[in-house]
């Protein structure tokens, strides 16, 4: 039984609040790049732009905001 619960252990991803806090900050700014670079492909007019920054940012702080609730397994 013991060997049992140690394979079942090794199994559960280990994610520490830091490192997901970390992997977060990464895919946050890759989105950003994402934002610019698109908006320069596609000639975003500079007014145009500081809106979509600012719906960019609105995202992300909803992201940080909700993402670790979404994480958290469902208890169904």
Known sequence: MPAREKRHKARK???SRRHSDEMLDVLLAL???LVEVSMGLYNV???ERFSLRKQNRRLHDAVRKHLPRLLTRSRI
Do not use: E, G, I, N
């Open 13 to 15: 991803p280990v994610l």
């Open 31 to 33: 989105d950003r790049m």
């Open 45 to 47: 007019p500079s007014r």
